[in-house]
């Protein structure tokens, strides 16, 4: 299999472990997945790789030593119009478990010992519980202001954590510089393609379980490693027939840091420049996404509808959902926070889809 640069088109066999081409340009993996057909769904695999039949897999050894139980999430019904995708039941209880599994997966299968990741935290979580199940070294550069309890996580999985002062892009500069500089493997969620693998599985496993696509999607977008993988899984479907229409997405940012929904509103290519004020949503607030470019292709083409989530909204859309049983984080309550403000623009919105991403017990305030 072979990655391919997607400024020059260079090819690169997916051993190398070169974070991206020479030239700067991000991977995408050349691989196209097979036509989609629901008895070519592994049904005796309680994971995700259930659904190995359409992923880019390097052996089908590696996963298996690795696999967490990952995936196979519940959707459960909220209220009249809006159904939630329970992602953070997953092992280290946000849905990055869902791109590490597979990331991770190719790291061993292609021998890499020692990796580096920068995170918020979820995605550091992920990565260090897959690399110790692995027994591969792991250091996660967080940046500071990271809940605690996603810091001692990633260590009790034996991962170094080193927290960087100054905000979550510095951060990832700080982690880049090793990697350039030791020739350390970047086990990153936004570089490396294997991990939108992982993440396109939400919308396989969402066909699975309804047998159809909710008309409205809501996603966070930080990064858009969900987003990516959303966009990648429904192209699937759509061209094996599965589905006839992409859905609306509703992609939402913060009020305090949101370059690709400046960047839609003014019809740019590449994202905004931004100055990150501190936000609730900690998870999403990305001032540079990597693959900012990408993201605002996939929302030209289809139709993508940007939403802040309102800051002052955020505690309150956490209350409600915990009044019903739900118990999420604050990046999370932040995607319905961002529900109910595009309800209030653009009206009622029935058979809407919202992934509950990243588990409450994880952040503080
Ligand atoms: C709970 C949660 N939601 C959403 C996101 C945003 O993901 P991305 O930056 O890939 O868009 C993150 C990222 O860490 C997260 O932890
Ligand atoms: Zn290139």
Redesign the pocket.
């Known amino acids: 299999m072979e990655y391919i640069c997607s400024e020059c088109g260079k090819r690169e066999a997916v051993t190398t472990r070169k974070a991206h081409c020479d030239c700067g340009g991000l991977w995408k993996l050349d691989f196209q997945a097979p036509c989609f057909e629901e008895s070519r769904i592994d049904q005796s695999e309680w994971s995700l790789f259930r659904y190995r039949a359409f992923m880019a897999l390097d052996d089908d050894a590696a996963w298996r030593e690795i696999s967490l139980g990952e995936g196979m999430t519940p959707i459960v019904r909220l209220d009249q119009n809006v159904l939630l995708k329970m992602d953070y039941f997953m092992p280290t209880l946000?849905f990055?478990d869902r791109g590490a599994a597979v990331l991770i997966a190719h790291c061993k299968a292609i021998g890499v010992d020692r990796v580096v990741q920068d995170?918020?935290?979820?995605?550091g979580n992920a990565v260090a519980a897959y690399c110790a199940k692995a027994g591969i070294s792991c250091e996660i550069f967080v940046p500071e202001g990271t809940s605690p309890k996603k810091i001692d996580m990633i260590r009790a999985h034996g991962a170094v954590c080193t927290v960087v002062p100054g905000n979550r892009d510095h951060c990832a500069d700080v982690c880049r510089e090793k990697v350039e500089k030791q020739g350390v493997y970047y086990a990153n969620?936004v570089y490396n393609p294997f991990f939108y693998e992982g993440t396109k599985t939400y919308i396989y496993e969402v066909f699975e379980q309804l047998h159809r696509i909710p008309e409205n999607l809501v996603i966070?977008?930080?990064?858009?490693?969900?987003?990516l993988g959303v966009m990648h899984g429904l192209e699937e479907l759509l061209a094996s027939g599965a589905i006839d229409h992409m859905p609306q997405i509703i992609a939402l940012q913060t009020e305090t840091c949101d370059p690709l929904l400046r960047a839609a509103e003014q019809g740019l290519a590449e994202p905004v420049d931004v100055s990150p004020k501190p936000s609730l949503a900690e998870?999403?607030a990305?001032g540079k996404p990597m693959r900012g470019k990408e993201i605002l292709a996939y929302a030209r083409r289809y139709g993508v509808r940007f939403i802040h989530a309102p800051e002052d909204r955020i505690l309150a859309a956490r209350a409600a959902l915990a009044a019903k049983g739900i118990y999420c984080?604050h990046?999370?309550a932040a995607n319905y926070a961002a529900y109910l403000a595009y309800v209030e623009q653009y009206g009622p919105t029935p058979d809407c889809l919202i992934t509950m991403?990243?588990a409450g017990l994880k952040s503080d305030h």
């Open positions: 946000s990055k995170s918020s935290g979820n995605a969620h966070p977008v930080g990064n858009g490693t969900l987003f998870g999403i990305i984080e990046t999370t991403c990243g």
